[in-house]
């Protein structure tokens, strides 16, 4: 299962870890073992990490298969998503843009982009590219996720369709995660450059840091060796599912990597915007990326299991907060089947990334294990066990409530009008419509501009149906109730799924005919 690279000199053993070459391999050796038992109790098919030192790489390990299928092996070159960890290098692209005084971070978006409209008019006028890449839009998070996953919509039409989500907040006053306003951060480079985020992105970063094997779109990955396959996880067990094509929010999460190529974007940014004696980005500017701009809580039950920890924060594009005495700067990305990690160290010169292909929580234990490793924590906590018995009981209490809907549903009803009533047009703003027909006595559902978006209405009670989509195999079940009115005809139905990332409440789906 494992084959495990350790590369280190006495020079690096010696200044980073203080201590004896034999010790540091010890640790390593540790190390190594550790995460080999983590993979198999937490069952994740591949991991591939990397930890640099200021400019060079000192440790890789890659574990598992890349495949469930065909089992080949993950090595450090073996490609993932990386997810929203892309949000670093769409904020390092515009950082670029601000050195060479093309833009500044408290431009209003609307000098860039005039057709930019948020919820309201002084939203939309103040909203600055600042405001974009801290998350505090006023937008909950994950807010409107639903108009570009899975999608035809444009990235454009994605951001037009902004102007139609409500806020959870004020404006500024909160942390709510939008992956829609960092697609219109993105969209100011080729506003005001001329090139497409792709290309900008290409030029100005991935070559010159040598990531020769990354790409920013899943079709780049056509005729490609050595790429994970990402995994859910049907009865516990770990499933092979397709790629998704999450083209149209690139800016926000479209970039492909492995832990080779990530480590060369680390020691950029650890060497305060120089690579291989190239200066990318002026030192200020990473300063400022990596300030503490957006406060997220800190609450007592997260302070008692790390109370090293004293604030977290969200900059520009990276997510900030304090461990063991030393600044930390993170991010991490979820992609449909695989999760990924970065980490950095600024004053002690130290990063690490974490990619595995899974929907799996196992990147978050790994983190706290590094962290524990090169910043020398005596404690010596097992981070994997701990907070895998702390998930098992996160699904034990979900496994309670399903239960206990479940036991709600009332036998022996019917819906209150035939299912050819049902039948129509259903549309709101935010995404335009979703069609419910009858085929072969069976009612389905299917979202006009996301074509895996179609599922089956089986009926739960009353006027609510049960729905599953088979193309989304890590989207749990939901529900779809029909509202009639007062003369007894369908005119709204509003859609349920309980899961992290989409809210299907936020579409109000009126009937159109």
Request: charge should be negative; include cysteine.
């Amino acid at each position: 299962m494992n084959n495990i690279k350790i590369i280190f000199s006495l020079y690096l053993l010696v200044s980073v870890f203080s201590l004896k070459s034999q010790n540091a391999d010890d640790r390593f050796y540790k190390l190594d073992k550790y995460l080999q038992k983590a993979m198999a109790d937490w069952n994740v098919p591949g991991m591939s990490i990397a930890i640099v030192n200021k400019d060079s790489i000192l440790w890789t390990g890659s574990y598992g298969v890349a495949d469930v299928r065909n089992k080949q092996a993950v090595d450090s070159h073996t490609l993932f998503a990386v997810a929203s960890n892309t949000k670093s290098f769409t904020s390092a692209a515009l950082a670029m843009l601000v050195d060479d005084g093309i833009i500044h971070w408290d431009d209003k978006v609307v000098k860039h982009l005039p057709w930019f409209q948020m919820y309201d008019p002084y939203v939309t006028g103040q909203m600055t590219i600042r405001d974009l890449l801290t998350h505090r839009s006023g937008l909950k998070t994950f807010s409107g996720d639903l108009i570009w996953y899975g999608s035809n919509y444009s990235r454009e039409e994605v951001i037009r369709k902004a102007a139609f989500l409500k806020p959870a907040f004020g404006f500024r006053e909160q942390f709510g995660y939008s992956n829609i306003m960092y697609m219109a951060a993105g969209e100011i480079i080729p506003a005001v450059t001329g090139f497409s985020w792709e290309e900008y992105i290409r030029h100005k970063l991935l070559y010159p840091l040598q990531m020769n094997r990354s790409v920013l779109s899943v079709a780049e990955l056509e005729g490609m060796d050595n790429v994970a396959q990402p995994h859910t996880y049907i009865n516990n067990q770990a499933v092979a599912i397709p790629w998704l094509d999450w083209d149209n929010m690139g800016p926000a999460g479209s970039l492909i990597s492995s832990a080779h190529d990530m480590s060369n974007w680390l020691i950029m940014n650890l060497n305060e915007g120089v690579f291989k004696q190239d200066t990318m980005l002026s030192d200020q500017r990473i300063f400022e990326m990596q300030t503490a701009i957006t406060s997220l809580p800190v609450s007592k039950a997260f302070n008692a299991r790390f109370p090293s920890t004293h604030f977290r924060a969200y900059g520009l594009g990276w997510s900030l907060m304090d461990y063991l005495g030393h600044k930390i700067i993170t991010h991490n990305g979820g992609y449909d089947g695989m999760i990924s990690q970065t980490i950095q160290i600024p004053e002690a010169g130290l990063g690490c990334v974490i990619l595995t292909n899974s929907l799996s929580n196992l990147y978050y234990p790994v983190m706290y294990t590094l962290l524990d490793l090169l910043l020398h924590n005596p404690a010596n906590r097992d981070w994997s066990s701990e907070i895998l018995e702390q998930v098992k009981k996160g699904e034990q209490t979900a496994e309670a409530k399903k239960s206990d809907w479940e036991g709600k549903r009332k036998t022996g009803t019917k819906p209150s009008v035939g299912m050819d009533v049902f039948s129509g047009y259903y549309g709101c703003p935010i995404y335009d419509t979703v069609e419910v027909y009858r085929s072969q006595g069976t009612l389905f559902m299917q979202f006009s501009r996301s074509e895996g978006f179609r599922g089956r209405l089986t009926h739960w009670h009353f006027d609510t149906f049960e729905l599953e989509f088979p193309d989304f195999p890590s989207l749990p079940k939901g529900y779809v109730t029909f509202f009639l009115n007062r003369e007894g005809k369908p005119d709204e139905l509003q859609i349920y799924l309980d899961n992290p990332d989409f809210d299907f409440t936020e579409l109000e789906l009126k009937r159109l005919n």
